[in-house]
């Protein structure tokens, strides 16, 4: 697939939004491992090649087993997930998928259990930031690095 636009070559301060928000999720102190997976799950959903590669490779450094991370579009049919990270993913498909059911509320009463309010603002956030990471590299075809 030929990279259509390289969107930080043509204007850098179109990344710059971007970056700040992931800026403000790290910040926050979300457990880098429950990001990863949120990453993950919603550039499954979406197909990005570019963000699954890149996200697989970052968990696994930060000692994310490939088990779980082979396994986690099916994390509804295993028990390698602890319920806060089973809320974290039914999140992260809801609102990935908003289009479809928008967030259900059992969804979102699910994990605002296993969450305090800044850790769910985190988590939302942090899946804005990877939908909005996946539309830029699958819209402008992003090459594998």
Partial sequence: MKERINLYKADPKA???MIMLEKYVEQTG???KLYHLIKMRASQING?????NMHSRDAMKLGETAQRLFLLDAWRETDLFTEKERAVLALTEAMT????HHVPDDVYEEVAKHLTQQELVAVIMGIVAINGWNRMAITTHTPLD
């Fill in 97 to 100: 998928k908003i289009s479809e």
């Fill in 30 to 32: 979300l457990d880098k």
């Fill in 15 to 17: 990344y710059e939004p």
């Fill in 48 to 52: 990005c090649h570019y963000c699954i």
